[in-house]
């Protein structure tokens, strides 16, 4: 991805025959490159952390399914732009994945809030994660939501520890109900660090 792409244009969609005709190489791609971008955390969490080019391939992809033109494009624009990092953070989807709706119900009326319990550390030195403000994500009666957006800020001296490969970083949660930490990989530290300029 160009260094600067850090916002999804127009210009930068692909007319609709032109993806319908290339769709299932630019899905396979995008799935080779997101491979190294997912991060399972406990039984339940999964993170997907987003870039520019996930974004680009969500937005042509809602297009093909709704086929509703510039008119849905502002709106998936305005929806999936503020994913694109922003060369000095990390976004990601944090997923809670349970088949059964009746475990999925009790799980999350249990984990209230536990998007403002993410987090990862840099060698020992913790970035708490910051909720996409777009909507409230845990509801009044403290139910969470199980999709979740979620930013990390870093500072230049976390980003430079984290593109330095030689540094210890994790990523976890610390809720009361779900609290879990996993070590990221070599290969997902090594795709993270191409979203920071």
Same mark, same amino acid.
Request: hydrophobic share 35%; no cysteine.
């Given at each position: 991805?160009? /260094? &600067? ?18 769709? =299932? ?8 490159? /997101? /491979? ?24 042509? %992809? ?6 509703? *033109?510039?008119?849905?494009? /502002?709106? %998936? ?7 694109? +990092? ?12 349970? &088949?059964? +709706? ?21 060698? *020992? ?46 990523? =976890? ?25």
């Amino acid at each position: 991805m160009p /260094k &600067d792409k850090r916002e999804i244009t127009k210009e930068d969609i692909m007319p609709l025959d032109t993806y319908t005709k290339n769709r =299932g190489e630019l899905r396979k791609n995008i799935v080779d490159f /997101k /491979k190294d971008r997912r991060v399972p955390l406990g039984p339940y969490a999964t993170f997907y952390f987003e870039s520019y080019e996930t974004m680009l391939a969500q937005i042509q %992809e809602m297009l093909y399914i709704e086929k509703g *033109g510039d008119e849905q494009l /502002k709106d %998936e624009l305005a929806a999936y732009n503020p994913l694109v +990092p922003n060369g000095k953070e990390l976004t990601a989807t944090l997923m809670f994945e349970i &088949d059964n +709706p009746i475990s999925r119900a009790a799980f999350l009326g249990k984990v209230g809030g536990i998007e403002e319990k993410v987090f990862m550390k840099i060698d *020992g030195d913790i970035v708490k994660a910051v909720p996409e403000e777009d909507v409230d994500r845990t509801s009044a009666d403290g139910k969470a939501s199980s999709v979740q957006f979620i930013h990390f800020q870093l500072s230049e001296e976390q980003i430079n520890k984290f593109k330095s490969k030689s540094s210890l970083i994790e990523l =976890g949660i610390d809720h009361s109900e779900y609290s879990h930490t996993t070590r990221l990989t070599e290969a997902t530290v090594s795709s993270l660090s191409a979203d920071f300029n």
